[in-house]
Protein backbone atom coordinates (compact mmCIF):
# COMPACT_ATOMS: atom_id res chain seq x y z
CA UNK A 1 0.00 0.00 0.00
CA UNK A 2 1.19 3.64 -0.81
CA UNK A 3 0.96 6.36 1.87
CA UNK A 4 0.25 9.84 0.75
CA UNK A 5 1.69 12.90 2.48
CA UNK A 6 1.01 15.52 0.52
CA UNK A 7 2.94 18.82 -0.16
CA UNK A 8 0.86 20.59 1.87
CA UNK A 9 1.47 18.63 4.64
CA UNK A 10 -1.81 16.53 4.83
CA UNK A 11 -1.73 12.47 5.05
CA UNK A 12 -4.53 10.54 4.80
CA UNK A 13 -4.74 7.76 7.64
CA UNK A 14 -7.45 5.35 7.93
CA UNK A 15 -10.43 6.90 6.17
CA UNK A 16 -9.19 10.28 8.15
CA UNK A 17 -6.93 12.96 7.13
CA UNK A 18 -4.16 14.50 9.63
CA UNK A 19 -1.70 17.20 9.61
CA UNK A 20 2.30 16.51 8.75
CA UNK A 21 5.10 18.37 9.24
CA UNK A 22 7.66 18.79 6.45
CA UNK A 23 10.77 19.96 5.95
CA UNK A 24 11.81 23.70 7.31
CA UNK A 25 14.10 23.83 3.64
CA UNK A 26 10.71 23.10 1.87
CA UNK A 27 10.05 20.42 -0.28
CA UNK A 28 12.60 18.94 -2.69
CA UNK A 29 12.66 16.30 -5.78
CA UNK A 30 14.75 13.72 -4.77
CA UNK A 31 17.14 13.93 -7.05
CA UNK A 32 18.10 17.75 -5.80
CA UNK A 33 18.25 16.72 -1.92
CA UNK A 34 21.64 17.44 -0.10
CA UNK A 35 22.46 16.59 3.36
CA UNK A 36 21.41 19.66 5.86
CA UNK A 37 18.95 21.54 3.28
CA UNK A 38 16.30 20.89 5.82
CA UNK A 39 14.62 19.92 2.41
CA UNK A 40 11.39 16.58 2.95
CA UNK A 41 12.44 15.10 -0.79
CA UNK A 42 9.67 14.24 -3.06
CA UNK A 43 8.97 10.46 -3.84
CA UNK A 44 7.93 6.93 -3.28
CA UNK A 45 9.48 5.38 -0.10
CA UNK A 46 10.04 1.83 1.44
CA UNK A 47 9.15 1.55 4.92
CA UNK A 48 12.00 -0.15 6.61
CA UNK A 49 11.69 -0.77 10.11
CA UNK A 50 10.02 0.90 13.44
CA UNK A 51 12.35 2.18 16.21
CA UNK A 52 11.05 3.10 19.49
CA UNK A 53 12.34 4.93 23.22
CA UNK A 54 11.33 1.86 25.73
CA UNK A 55 11.46 4.40 28.60
CA UNK A 56 9.15 6.56 27.30
CA UNK A 57 6.55 4.52 25.58
CA UNK A 58 5.34 0.74 25.16
CA UNK A 59 6.74 -1.17 22.04
CA UNK A 60 4.64 0.03 19.01
CA UNK A 61 1.84 -2.44 17.81
CA UNK A 62 2.85 -2.90 14.26
CA UNK A 63 3.61 -5.94 11.10
CA UNK A 64 6.72 -3.70 10.56
CA UNK A 65 10.10 -4.70 12.49
CA UNK A 66 11.15 -3.25 15.78
CA UNK A 67 13.60 -2.86 17.66
CA UNK A 68 13.84 -0.68 20.94
CA UNK A 69 16.99 2.46 20.92
CA UNK A 70 19.35 2.22 22.96
CA UNK A 71 21.32 5.79 24.36
CA UNK A 72 24.48 5.05 22.27
CA UNK A 73 21.98 5.04 19.00
CA UNK A 74 23.19 7.55 16.64
CA UNK A 75 22.44 7.92 12.68
CA UNK A 76 25.49 8.88 10.61
CA UNK A 77 24.99 12.20 8.82
CA UNK A 78 29.21 12.36 7.80
CA UNK A 79 28.53 12.31 3.68
CA UNK A 80 32.51 10.98 3.52
CA UNK A 81 32.18 8.68 6.41
CA UNK A 82 31.32 4.57 5.38
CA UNK A 83 28.50 4.66 7.60
CA UNK A 84 26.63 7.48 5.66
CA UNK A 85 23.05 7.49 6.37
CA UNK A 86 23.31 4.06 8.60
CA UNK A 87 22.79 3.43 12.22
CA UNK A 88 25.92 3.85 14.27
CA UNK A 89 26.67 3.31 18.04
CA UNK A 90 28.18 6.26 19.83
CA UNK A 91 30.27 7.75 20.53
CA UNK A 92 31.22 7.98 16.81
CA UNK A 93 34.02 10.11 15.13
CA UNK A 94 32.03 10.64 12.29
CA UNK A 95 28.63 13.65 12.56
CA UNK A 96 26.06 11.67 13.96
CA UNK A 97 22.30 12.55 15.06
CA UNK A 98 21.72 10.86 18.53
CA UNK A 99 18.65 9.16 18.69
CA UNK A 100 18.27 8.65 22.04
CA UNK A 101 16.40 12.62 22.45
CA UNK A 102 15.19 14.51 25.44
CA UNK A 103 12.61 16.35 23.77
CA UNK A 104 10.54 13.23 22.57
CA UNK A 105 10.49 13.83 18.45
CA UNK A 106 12.22 9.98 18.63
CA UNK A 107 9.67 8.16 21.03
CA UNK A 108 8.31 6.62 17.67
CA UNK A 109 10.84 7.05 14.74
CA UNK A 110 9.63 4.86 11.28
CA UNK A 111 12.98 4.28 9.30
CA UNK A 112 12.43 5.64 5.34
CA UNK A 113 13.97 4.03 2.48
CA UNK A 114 15.52 7.48 1.87
CA UNK A 115 18.64 7.24 0.03
CA UNK A 116 19.52 3.90 1.47
CA UNK A 117 20.44 1.20 -1.40
CA UNK A 118 23.37 2.03 -1.34
CA UNK A 119 23.50 5.69 0.28
CA UNK A 120 24.77 7.73 -2.15
CA UNK A 121 27.56 10.56 -0.08
CA UNK A 122 25.48 14.01 -0.02
CA UNK A 123 22.41 13.07 -1.13
CA UNK A 124 20.31 12.95 2.47
CA UNK A 125 20.41 10.70 5.81
CA UNK A 126 18.18 10.09 8.38
CA UNK A 127 14.65 10.83 6.89
CA UNK A 128 12.08 9.63 9.08
CA UNK A 129 8.37 9.99 10.07
CA UNK A 130 8.49 10.63 13.97
CA UNK A 131 6.58 12.67 16.60
CA UNK A 132 5.92 16.18 16.03
CA UNK A 133 7.26 18.85 18.18
CA UNK A 134 5.13 21.86 18.99
CA UNK A 135 1.86 22.90 16.94
CA UNK A 136 3.58 20.81 13.73
CA UNK A 137 7.08 22.88 13.85
CA UNK A 138 9.21 21.96 10.58
CA UNK A 139 11.54 19.34 10.93
CA UNK A 140 14.88 18.79 9.16
CA UNK A 141 13.50 17.01 6.31
CA UNK A 142 11.61 14.28 8.04
CA UNK A 143 7.85 14.03 8.14
CA UNK A 144 6.37 14.19 11.51
CA UNK A 145 3.08 13.40 13.00
CA UNK A 146 1.73 13.90 16.38
CA UNK A 147 2.32 10.71 18.31
CA UNK A 148 -1.39 8.91 18.37
CA UNK A 149 -1.41 9.78 14.67
CA UNK A 150 1.93 7.56 14.12
CA UNK A 151 1.21 4.59 16.36
CA UNK A 152 -2.22 4.67 14.57
CA UNK A 153 -0.21 4.86 11.38
CA UNK A 154 2.18 2.07 12.56
CA UNK A 155 -0.50 -0.31 13.43
CA UNK A 156 -1.81 -0.18 9.66
CA UNK A 157 1.39 -0.38 8.05
CA UNK A 158 2.87 -4.04 6.47
CA UNK A 159 5.77 -4.69 4.82
CA UNK A 160 6.27 -3.91 1.55
CA UNK A 161 4.24 -0.48 2.05
CA UNK A 162 5.45 2.55 1.00
CA UNK A 163 5.61 6.90 1.97
CA UNK A 164 4.98 8.79 -1.28
CA UNK A 165 5.46 12.33 -0.63
CA UNK A 166 4.16 14.20 -3.01
Not at 98 to 127: F, K, M, Q
Amino acid sequence: MDWQVSRNGLMTLGGRTVRAALGKGGITEASDKREGDGATPLGRYPLRRVLYRPDRVAPPVTALPVRAIRPDDGWCDAPEDPAYNRPVRRPYAASHETLWREDGLYDLILVVGHNDDPPVPGLGSAIFLHCKRGEYEPTQGCVALDPDDVRDFLRQARPGDHLVID
